[in-house]
């Protein structure tokens, strides 16, 4: 029997079933979706850098733009919001974004991500169209 070639909307939909049911998610934007859920300020594993929500956002945009997964090769994210990348084998996980640990640091990014935030929702209120 051939095998059908899955359009790519098909594949995508296939892999957001699949990252449901098993936490393996083809795209670090699917895994951020899971671990923000869980965690709203993370660090960079290997350096340490601070990443908020919104940076996190755009860093995983560009990045499942630019380096697309092989077949086998899936991030996950734990139950704290870390979020890794395994490469054909779970437990060969090489973890990314770690969560920033609670502390003054972390308080004062999360006030001025809110602070954002609220601006954000003023201006959309101020433009959005008049029903």
Same mark, same amino acid.
């Given at each position: 029997m051939e095998e059908k070639t899955l359009t790519p909307q098909e594949q995508n939909r296939e892999w957001a079933e699949e990252a449901?049911?098993?936490g393996h998610c083809h795209y670090l934007t699917q895994a951020l979706a899971l671990a923000a859920s869980r965690c709203q300020v993370w660090r +960079?594993?290997? @350096?340490?850098?601070?990443? @908020? +929500? +919104?940076?996190?956002f755009n860093f995983a945009k560009k990045y499942d733009e630019e380096h697309p997964l092989k077949d086998g090769e899936f991030f996950r994210t734990t139950v704290e919001g870390a979020i890794g990348l395994c490469l054909q084998v779970?437990?060969? @996980?090489?973890?990314l974004f770690t969560p920033m640990e609670p502390g003054e640091e972390r308080d004062a990014l999360l006030k001025e991500l809110q602070t954002k935030i609220d601006a954000m929702e003023m201006l959309y209120d101020q433009i959005k169209p008049k029903a």
């Open positions: 449901f049911w098993t +960079l594993a290997e @350096t340490g850098d601070v990443f @908020t +929500l +919104l940076e996190m779970e437990y060969q @996980t090489h973890w």
